[in-house]
């Protein structure tokens, strides 16, 4: 069997030629296409991963955080001040002598709730003013009674008292 001789043609040679140019070109598009494609794939990729890397670190982070505030929040806080202040001292006319003792007798009279736990302390809140109201107190000849108008429970116990001269 004999293979006719086409490649002595013209017109055959054109379509030789052609079709080969052709296929480089394409292979020369299909390189530049898949070149493009693969560069976006990478730098898609490594954006991916920098995000991904940043996300691992801000949850690290806050689960630290968080496992610090359950630490915290396992401690009690505890009263450590109290802070007494008379509303009605203008209005007695009371020396500031006379409001810094009872000021201190008031104190003493609840000096035990110092380093108690603050949620104990703000169910029974009724018990620490029934406390301070019912002892009277005794300044220069003077008999005091006092009423609590406020009472802030904080780590600072902030106490606002009318006070009341009684005979």
Known sequence: ?????????????RFFAGTFIGAIIAFVVFTYMYGQFYERW????????SQLNELENKYEILEDSKRE????????????TIEVK????????????IVHQLEELIREQ????????????AENYKLLTSTIE????????????????QMFV???????????ISN
Do not use: C
Not at 71 to 77: H, L
Not at 86 to 97: A, G, M, P, R, T
Not at 134 to 149: L, Q, R
Not at 154 to 164: G, L
């Open 1 to 13: 069997m004999h293979i006719p001789p086409y490649y002595k043609k013209e017109s055959w040679q």
């Open 42 to 49: 990478v730098e898609e990729n490594l954006n991916l991963r």
């Open 69 to 80: 505030l359950d630490e915290k929040s396992k401690e009690k806080i505890t009263v450590n």
């Open 86 to 97: 008379i509303d009605n001292e203008k209005q007695l006319k009371l020396d500031s002598l």
């Open 110 to 121: 609840i000096k035990d709730v110092v380093g108690k736990d603050i949620n104990s302390l």
């Open 134 to 149: 019912s002892k009277t107190y005794k300044v220069e000849g003077f008999t005091y009674n006092a009423k609590v108008k």
């Open 154 to 164: 904080t780590s600072t116990i902030n106490i606002n008292i009318e006070i009341t």
